[in-house]
């Protein structure tokens, strides 16, 4: 495991349609966040999850968007019924515990583009 | 409201010339600082960290200073090479509270041959 892997890397969407972007931490690693950066702006947290559960949301819009890391298998941001508002570039990014001192290593993102 | 503020969208500086990128922040319950650097069509990856109970941190080319009175960081990095061209980002964590890593918007450093 070379280290964050996110897919994919580019995502093309029409409004209306759902968009799924995973992400598998580096191994070792059991916090998973997920940011996204619109253009000409920085990064904004949107949540961040343990296996199996959701620990702070407080970044995530109320409706459409959804995060979840099960115990098998990828982290999943999902974005029903995509605006072009949610036209970004999603990174995610892992660590071994929370806390600042445990830098976050990031994905290379994946990069929604809705028509 | 940004906790985190990066006031020089772009900075141009000659090769072997020092590179100052400065950071704001608003929050005082933060106590730690990072520095991300980003190349385009990549992820963030972590430079340096200063802890809020020192003022400065060194790497190689790479310093950051942590001013706690004025809520203000800055990194130096000298010489800059023009592999040093690249978006900057300075993020802060309250260590003590259930916070998540906060990011300013950035600074777009060009350094020129």
């Known amino acids: 495991n070379a280290g964050v892997m996110q897919n994919p890397r580019h995502l093309v969407r029409r409004r209306g349609q759902e968009a799924r972007l995973r992400c598998s931490p580096m191994k070792g690693h059991s916090h998973v966040y997920w940011y996204r950066q619109l253009p000409e702006e920085g990064l904004k947290f949107m949540v961040y999850l343990q296996k199996e559960n959701i620990i702070d949301e407080s970044g995530m819009p109320k409706e459409r968007f959804s995060a979840e890391f099960p115990k098998e298998g990828p982290s999943i941001l999902r974005i029903q019924q995509v605006v072009r508002g949610d036209s970004a570039a999603y990174f995610c990014?892992?660590?071994?515990?929370?806390?600042?001192?445990?830098?976050?290593?990031f994905g290379a993102g994946s990069r929604l583009t809705v028509l | 409201d940004q906790q985190v503020k990066q006031n020089s969208p772009s900075l141009s500086v000659q090769e072997g010339r020092i590179s100052i990128l400065n950071c704001d922040y608003t929050?005082?319950?933060?106590?730690?600082f990072l520095w991300y650097k980003k190349y385009p069509a990549e992820g963030p990856t972590f430079l340096i960290s200063i802890s809020s109970i020192k003022d400065k941190n060194e790497d190689g080319r790479f310093t950051v200073f942590l001013n706690k009175s004025a809520k203000h960081l800055s990194l130096h990095i000298v010489p800059s090479q023009p592999g040093d061209s690249a978006v900057y980002f300075c993020?802060?964590?309250?260590?003590?509270?259930?916070?998540?890593?906060?990011f300013g918007k950035g600074t777009r450093l060009s350094v020129i041959a």
């Open positions: 929050n005082s319950m933060f106590d730690y």
């Open positions: 990014a892992s660590s071994p515990q929370h806390s600042g001192a445990n830098v976050l290593t």
């Open positions: 993020a802060a964590i309250s260590n003590s509270g259930n916070t998540p890593l906060v």
